[in-house]
Antibody
């Protein structure tokens, strides 16, 4: 079964760092892009960025460029989303997602279960 | 960057047809993909490309595109179709960038 399993919920203080993960299984990890998507409470979906594990090609939404870092470790089929200094406004649900077709980004049919991040003093 | 605009909310009577629209310049060049999201759940892909419905998605879901507008149609809406729906497209101004629509809440009466 193809699936993405994300790390568990996090509660952090402003200024702290955080790295959440997304582990792929059931497919060749390096052949599919992985996207990260944010959903703030009661709001819509926002595309944050995307990584192609095969060559580490990474793109960021202008809204998130410089705010987060996306990476991947192919040895353990895992993608990451990292913050060096969290802010209260980072409180949200974060999803990773994989496209339905190899090496394309047109449509995402596999989604992680989401990781809830709460940033509060 | 591109923006995709959707109506915030629509309602449909049980068994009737509802169309959800998505407008944006990038849709002139790229097909939209459509996602259904129910409360507390991850999004689910319900339609993509010119005419593609993922396995397991009922055939009452269909989509079309014209100019800068893409539409998702639910023909014979069921109670379980009540959800938020989002379109998504590639950003026409940036290579391998994506953009989501603002989302439409669909209520089945």
């Amino acid at each position: 079964e193809v699936q993405l399993v994300q790390s568990g919920a996090e509660v952090k203080k402003p200024g702290e760092s955080l790295k959440i993960s997304c582990k792929g299984s059931g497919y060749t990890f390096t052949r599919y892009w992985i996207a990260w998507v944010r959903q703030t409470p009661g709001k819509g979906l926002e595309w944050m960025g995307i990584i192609y594990p095969g060559d580490s090609d990474t793109r960021y939404s202008p809204s998130f460029q410089g705010q987060v870092t996306i990476s991947a470790d192919n040895s353990i089929n895992t993608a990451y989303l990292h913050w060096s200094s969290l802010q209260a406004s980072d409180t949200a649900m974060y999803y990773c997602a994989r496209p339905i077709e190899v090496a394309t980004i047109s449509a995402f049919d596999i989604w992680g279960q989401g990781t809830a991040v709460t940033v509060s003093s | 960057s591109s923006e995709l605009t959707q109506d915030p909310a629509v309602s449909v009577a049980l068994g009737q047809t509802v169309r959800i629209t998505c407008q944006g310049e990038s849709l002139r060049y790229y097909y939209a993909s459509w996602y259904q999201q129910k409360p507390g759940q991850a999004p689910v892909l319900v339609f993509y490309g010119k005419n593609n419905r993922p396995s397991g998605i009922p055939d009452r879901f269909s989509a079309s595109s014209s100019g800068t507008t893409s539409s998702l149609t639910i023909t014979g809406a069921q109670a379980e179709d009540e959800a938020d729906y989002y379109c998504k497209s590639r950003d026409s101004g940036r290579n391998n960038h994506l953009v989501f629509g603002t989302g439409t809440q669909v209520t089945v009466l």
